[in-house]
């Protein structure tokens, strides 16, 4: 029978057991519930980040065409091809048909376009850069909604689909059924009416693709995007994976041929006998937007991710990554924590046996303590009132870097172990917690700290002191620790890698807001800072002056010297706005507006000094002696130069941005009509 002290002690021991494991696991919870609320915060950036890139990237190439369909040559050409019969002799046979070509060409080759068409109000094609599909019913109206966006008047942006005529394939040839997708916009009339559409033909694979290739993270991380009946309509990171499972065939693009599907073992099964990832499914049906507990990707790999539904591109976009490298860090932790959380579990139970033991054999039992302390990983030492060793193991010899206990046995543990001899700095010995156990009588429990080593080299470690009590009276302490080098090289790598990716996500912010060819501000930026800038001065009553600058027979310049000499006389001019001190005021800005116009925001100026920095600007712009051959009017010297308009407002409650805009333009368009290279204001127009 046990005694009455011995039921208390193994009653106190299986209570601090309990709390240990309930200790331990609740800690673990929590570290986890922080690790997968950090990881989510970082897949919803990557997320974000693609969705606006992609989203920026559908409105500037609706805005391309828009001003293609715009474009007085293409509207008479397609007033011209659409009174012809609409069969594929008389379409093809047209020299219209060759004008139109002719026209548009050059603009394909220079945005990546793969082809055009021109298609009737009864939806067949009248133009197209190949003959085969002359004549025939467009193939988006095989998608709802589209061309029917675009006869209402908007421009339109197709989502992939599998092209009417052979493209090339994997390995370059010709291929039916390869992915292709569109952009369009109406083209009208002098009425304003619509009288037909012209889209332009994109490769996927290409500019719509490489968007989500930057939300590739780690080594099984993916950004990829997926239709409203849950085919992949981007490229996926595991193409080569997919080919080998046998889900597609070798010259077979994943782009609109994988279903996001679990896949059973039998890969050779039904597709109908597979169910939609758990993605897939709750973005469809407007679930949940997220799952770090982890589901089956399409590849039948555990992933954890994040993704939305855009409405109004009418897809979805998903950012995944492995479960197995999404919780690596988690893994090694709950390790380390179960070894450690078993050793502590051992020391209790051990230090229970001995205790009872104790009572009977002290001698024998002193033996067998220090024998099993030597046996253990974990480093263990104990110390007196005055913090002098008397005893130790021989893990703690070998962290502290002694060969035998009789170097610490006797020796003051603060001067060996704690005693910063190698930063130069004296700390009072109260200012670690390690010495609270026998200095307070209570437990300490500290991962923060370091201990240096007998050669002058410190190491991290977190330790656990408890104070050793006889008959009621505190004698000193116990002290275990554990070397956790590995564990704050985890840690660190983790927060490396946050900022690294903060630091991505916050150029792609910068890529988002500047003009990829000039480097000025861009439409989007232009648009927003003006509203801000509007906003202030209708708060303030300060005027807000608008300059629009448009460089001069441009159009003959791109003919003459080609859009390489054009592109490089766009960046001349634009280094002139970035360059010279136009734009001193935070609220100012120098901004393409689109194509060859650019546009200056000033705040808190009015038109005279407006109109004084639009003068300097043509002046600075013609001494560039940019040579320009191609003038169709006779000069003093054949140069490049631009012409300015000029606005200023002070704004007023109903008034709008769009009012100064449309000020400026007519300024400019005056300027243009009295002979181009000068400026104009508003006030210079007679009424």
Known sequence: MFSRDNRLVYATSFFVLVVLVCTTWLAYLKIQSEVKYEYKKSLDTVLQTSHEAIKKWSVDIREDVTR????????????????????????????????????????????????????????????????????????????????????????????????????????????????????????????????????????????????????????????????????????????????????????????????????????????????????????????VTYNLEGYNDYRGVPVVGVWLWDEDLNFGIATEVDYSEAYSFLKIFRGVLIIFSAIVAFLIVFLTLVFIVSRRQLDTSQEQINNLLASTAEAIYGVDLEGICTFCNTSCLKMLGYERKEDLLGQNMYKLSHDPHSDEKQHPETEYQIYAAFQTGKSVHCDSEKLWRKDGTSFPVEYWSYPVMHEGKLVGSVVSFLDISERKQIQEALRLSNMELEEKNQRLNEIAVRDGLTGVANRRAFDEHLQAEWNRSLRSGDPISLIMLDIDYFKNYNDCYGHLAGDSCLKRVANILLRKNYTRRPGDLSARYGGEEFAIILSDTDEIAASKIAEQICIDVAKMKIPHEEIPVIEDFNVVTISAGVASMIPHAGDTPDQLIKTADEALYYAKRQGRNRSVSRSDIPE
């Open 68 to 287: 293609w369909a715009e474009h007085p040559n293409i509207r008479e050409f397609t007033k011209e091809i659409l009174k012809l019969p609409a069969n594929r002799v008389a379409l093809t046979e047209s020299p219209i048909q060759a004008a139109l070509r002719q026209e548009i060409s050059p603009f394909l080759s220079h945005e990546n376009f793969y082809g055009f068409f021109i298609i009737g109000t009864d939806n067949i094609n009248y133009a197209s850069l190949r003959d085969e599909n002359l004549g025939d019913i467009n193939l988006l109206t095989g998608q709802d909604g589209v061309l029917e966006k675009a006869w209402s008047g908007g421009a339109i942006f197709s989502l992939p689909i599998q092209s009417d005529i052979p493209l090339p394939g994997v390995s370059g040839k010709l291929r039916a059924g390869e992915p292709t997708m569109f952009v369009g916009a109406p083209i009208k009339d002098e009425s304003g009416k619509n009288i037909a559409i012209l889209t332009f033909r994109i490769n996927p694979t290409e500019a719509f693709s490489k968007i989500f290739h930057r939300g590739r993270i780690g080594e099984t991380g993916e950004t990829y995007a997926f239709n409203e009946n849950a085919y992949l309509i981007s490229e996926s990171r595991f193409v080569d994976d997919l080919r080998q499972i046998g889900l597609i065939a070798p010259e077979q693009r994943d782009i609109l041929n994988i279903m996001l599907r679990e896949p059973n073992v039998n890969l050779a099964g039904s597709i109908k006998e597979r169910s939609l990832t758990f993605m897939a499914e709750s973005a469809l049906s407007g679930g």
